[in-house]
């Protein structure tokens, strides 16, 4: 069973980085569409990107200049960095695994989210 | 405010369909994009109902339906138990955005 787990700190300031981290355990992180997706407090859902084949990325044009999405193959975790972070940054922030077949591409394992707040 | 429209909420009876709308245009729904669903209890993330518009992952009841057609897509849950009531969302592609997008969402209510 594919498990995966968010981490990373729950605070950050104004027009900082937000870094967080995702591990995956109970399947190869080799394959698949690893993403990351976001919904601030009482909102919906918000796509941010995700990598697959070992490097290529593919980001939400709306945070495409403030998004980065890198993978560590040896450690089974994926990262994602969001720079110049603002209040509106604030949200739970979700890993989780897509798949791209032929049904289009769908996201099937979640972790748990971590709620990151960006104040001063 | 996303290019997928849902009704905010809906409700029914227990035993009773209610059906979930996910309304798009020709650049996502109407375009050929597959739909998806997923349901999201409060406090906890996502969970993966409906690909590719109507299929089913292993373990989901099958009370729970998608169907696509033109720039709409929609799911149905027959027979409506407590256990239903939580937050739905559809997904898709929109090739103007450039980008997967999610509906508004829906709270479904179990009367």
């Known amino acids: 069973q594919v498990h995966l787990q968010e981490s990373g700190p729950g605070l950050v300031k104004p027009s900082e980085t937000l870094s967080l981290t995702c591990t995956v355990s109970?399947?190869?992180?080799?394959?698949?569409?690893w993403t990351w997706i976001r919904q601030s407090p009482g909102k919906g859902l918000e796509w941010i990107g995700y990598?697959?084949?070992?490097?290529?990325?593919n980001y939400n044009p709306s945070l495409k200049s403030r998004v980065t999405i890198s993978v560590d193959t040896s450690k089974n975790q994926f990262s994602l960095k969001l720079s110049s972070v603002t209040t509106a940054d604030t949200a739970m922030y979700y890993c989780?695994?897509?798949?791209?077949?032929?049904?289009?591409?769908?996201?099937?394992?979640w972790g748990q989210g971590i709620l990151v707040s960006v104040s001063a | 405010q996303s290019v997928l429209t849902q009704p905010p909420s809906v409700s029914g009876a227990p035993g009773q369909r209610v059906t979930i709308s996910c309304t798009g245009s020709?650049?996502?729904?109407?375009?050929?994009?597959?739909v998806h669903w997923y349901q999201q209890f409060p406090g906890t993330a996502p969970k993966l109902l409906i690909y590719g518009n109507s299929n089913r992952p292993s373990g989901v009841p099958d009370r729970f339906s998608g169907s696509k057609s033109g720039t709409s897509a929609s799911l149905a849950i027959t027979g409506l138990q407590a256990e239903d009531e939580a937050d739905y969302y559809c997904q898709s592609y929109d090739s103007s955005l450039s980008g997967y997008v999610f509906g508004t969402g829906t709270k479904v209510t179990v009367l």
């Open positions: 020709s650049s996502n729904i109407g375009a050929g994009y597959e």
């Open positions: 989780a695994r897509g798949t791209y077949d032929s049904y289009g591409y769908y996201t099937d394992y």
């Open positions: 109970g399947g190869s992180i080799s394959s698949y569409y």
């Open positions: 990598i697959y084949n070992r490097g290529r990325t």
